[in-house]
């Protein structure tokens, strides 16, 4: 290393040691003399000033005895101690004048003051300690400069022996190569009236793109015209000067990003610091050092890069963004984002897969459309009226409207002359024709009307449950509404009038052997109604209402009777206002035979709600739309759908609102398509072996819906 070199380093090192001392002393002075104005402490007022006044006397001498500019280092290496002795002469009067004031004004000070005097107080300390030491320091640092090597620390204050390690430890870093940068292109606008010309050639050099201007108008006509990333721009010029300027790019939407480094031959703070305050990024003094200044340029050329990379960014986000919002309004076109695709970074993996998932949206919504424009060709008003009209033509249909609510109360269907009432079954002293009937488990069992606490007269709600074809899931649905209108504490019946395919029990675990009175029983004349009921509230997850079944026969000789001999539909009609009136029924549920039939109808009719269960299925479409129609010609009180087996890529609520609009009736619920159900094949109550599922959870807002 070269003698002006380890001048240089050893000078910069005693530098920084004595005026980081020095720098916490004129910091700290000025907090004291802020805090005693506001405190009105006046009397300190003299005393700060004077320690105020010495400390930037200690900085200015230091900066100036220790500057290597003005130094030769012969006066170091020819006598270091004669150096050291003038240098401790001329710091230690104003030190001393610091360090007696400070002894005073922890005397007189208030409480509040006594910190940051302490902290005053401790920096002239330490100053003085590497005062007295400047000597040691010097030759301890000279060794390390000279040989690179450390020796053995001479220094016998600790503080002195601290800096020493931290200086040669940052001596050394400052010491190593900086590694070669590859210098940031960019366009630079140089705004200066002198010398544009040098300042030009001198980037150039460097590898910029140069534009000059000389005036504020011009460098805004060429703003204007080209595109720029940087701009060098003078504080004093003609007209508009640069602060003026300055304040004008910021303001602009487009210019307002682009850095500007300041720069004039004026030595003021002051000036800096509006420049700085109007948005400016740096500020540098004439004559610029070239290495600074190309260091200066690429930290800012380094910055814009990485705020534009941002801002495209965002603006790349606001495209997915924006994309995502034409998805919900039908507008969008995937390939509108092919550029974005294109990049090997997460955000790209992104953008394809909202491509990909778009594409399936898109895919579902033409074949919803597809199905809804099926749909509403399907239940076409003319078509719909033509096939309704010709079956409310026949005779069956009429009687059934003379006897629908509007000429008869639903309430006393039960007519006691025509059956035995109740009182008798319960009264008869010889049970053994029931008793031998059946055998009672503990947990499956025919209803005991003794057991049935009296409870105050009950409005009975009928719902019946049906659908145009088989298929459906209507008895699952059924089960499952059971179960949840039970568990919020309702008295639920379930009638399988389903004759023809009954099915209904074995969800609920009854078997043939279980049961042994049925609805076929009840309709022969065999049976009280309540005598083929059976309480099967063992299927409830937890203590709420009660479920009672009344079981269709699963026996082809019976099946094939009532098929062969029929059966009186009105007999039918009483036993749904008795078996609701004999066991205290909140809610009475009909899982229906699918169709359209005469027992259908006439259960229909009777109905206070109908349920209707149907598919995403074309014939399903048809077939409900004609029930509903024939629905409203029976003066049905309310009707509601129920769509079961929705596919996954279903617009639930874009699917809802195109059924409602089609058929003119509310849609009760959408159940998903769920293969949990496929796996439990009819064995067991969905509901109750999957509380948390998304089908259950529709399935108990559809029961909400109708609880009074």
């Not at 009209?389 to 026949?394: G, R, Y």
């Not at 049970?431 to 105050?456: F, K, P, Y």
């Amino acid at each position: 290393m070269g003698n002006r070199q380890i001048q240089h380093r050893l000078l910069v090192y005693l530098r920084h040691e004595l005026c980081t001392p020095i720098n916490a002393m004129i910091g700290y002075s000025e907090l004291l003399l802020e805090e005693i104005q506001i405190q009105q402490q006046t009397n300190l007022i003299s005393d700060l000033q004077k320690i105020h006044a010495c400390s930037q006397q200690l900085l200015t001498l230091v900066s100036t005895i220790l500057d290597p500019a003005k130094l030769e280092m012969s006066q170091i290496e020819g006598g270091l101690d004669s150096f050291g002795a003038t240098l401790r002469v001329e710091l230690l009067t104003p030190l001393s004048a610091i360090v007696g004031y400070c002894e005073m004004l922890l005397e007189d000070a208030p409480a509040s003051l006594i910190p940051d005097l302490d902290s005053l107080n401790t920096s002239a300390q330490q100053l003085l300690t590497l005062v007295n030491d400047i000597v040691s320091l010097a030759q301890q640092q000279l060794q390390i400069l000279n040989t690179q090597e450390a020796q053995p620390l001479l220094l016998e204050s600790p503080a002195a022996v601290t800096f020493i390690r931290s200086a040669t430890t940052t001596l050394e870093t400052l010491s190593q190569e900086s590694p070669e940068k590859q210098v940031q292109s960019g366009t630079i606008l140089a705004i200066d009236d002198s010398n544009p010309e040098l300042l030009a050639r001198q980037l150039k050099r460097h590898g910029y793109t140069v534009t000059t201007a000389t005036s504020a108008q011009q460098a805004l006509r060429l703003l204007k015209a080209m595109p720029c990333d940087l701009i060098l721009l003078d504080v004093i010029m003609p007209g508009m000067n640069g602060l003026e300027l300055l304040e004008k790019l910021k303001q602009h939407e487009s210019w307002r990003h682009i850095p500007v480094i300041m720069i004039s031959a004026l030595d003021e703070i002051d000036g800096a610091v509006k420049c700085i305050e109007l948005g400016a990024e740096d500020y540098l003094q004439k004559p610029f050092d070239p290495t600074l200044l190309k260091a200066r340029i690429g930290a800012c050329l380094e910055k814009k890069r990485l705020r534009d990379q941002e801002i495209l960014y965002l603006q790349q986000v606001d495209r997915l963004t924006t994309a995502a919002a034409e998805i919900e309004a039908k507008t969008f076109n995937p390939k509108s984002l092919d550029d974005l695709n294109q990049r090997s970074d997460e955000f790209g993996q992104l953008v394809r897969v909202f491509q990909r998932m778009a594409q399936e949206v898109q895919s579902r919504e033409r074949s919803l459309e597809q199905q809804v424009n099926f749909l509403q060709a399907a239940i076409h008003t003319e078509q719909r009226s033509q096939i309704a009209d010709e079956l409310a033509a026949t005779n069956h249909f009429r009687q059934i409207q003379k006897r629908g609510k509007g000429s008869r109360d639903t309430e006393n269907l039960y007519r006691g002359s025509l059956y035995p009432s109740l009182s008798r079954f319960a009264a008869n002293g010889d049970q053994s024709s029931v008793d031998d009937r059946t055998s009672v488990t503990d947990r499956i069992h025919r209803v005991d009307l003794a057991a049935i606490e009296t409870q105050s007269d009950r409005t009975t709600q009928t719902i019946i449950v049906h659908s145009f074809r088989g298929g459906t899931g209507k008895s699952n649905l059924t089960s499952n509404l059971a179960v949840s209108l039970a568990k919020q504490g309702k008295r639920v019946g379930i009638i399988d009038s389903d004759l023809q395919s009954p099915g209904i029990h074995l969800l609920f675990g009854l078997d043939e052997e279980t049961v042994t009175l049925t609805l076929n029983d009840y309709l022969s004349g065999r049976c009280a109604l309540y005598e083929a009921a059976y309480d099967v509230s063992h299927a409830l997850p937890s203590p709420g209402g009660a479920i009672y079944l009344i079981p269709a026969s699963v026996k082809a000789s019976d099946i094939t009777r009532i098929l062969r001999e029929g059966y009186h539909d009105e007999k039918l009609l009483d036993g749904f206002s008795e078996i609701s009136r004999d066991l205290k029924l909140d809610v009475l549920l009909i899982d229906s035979h699918p169709g359209i039939d005469p027992g259908t109808l006439q259960a229909i009719a009777a109905s206070g709600l109908l349920l209707l269960v149907l598919r995403p299925d074309y014939q399903d479409y048809q077939g409900t739309a004609v029930i509903v129609e024939l629905a409203r010609m029976l003066s049905v009180e309310a009707i509601s759908l129920i769509v079961n087996r929705a596919l996954p890529g279903f617009d639930v609520e874009s699917y809802r609102q195109q059924l409602e609009a089609s058929y003119e009736v509310p849609v009760a619920g959408i159940l998903p398509f769920c293969e949990e159900l496929m796996h439990l094949s009819s064995s067991e109550i969905f509901s109750v072996c999957y509380p948390d599922h998304p089908f259950t959870q529709v399935i108990d807002q559809i029961g909400q819906q109708f609880i009074r």
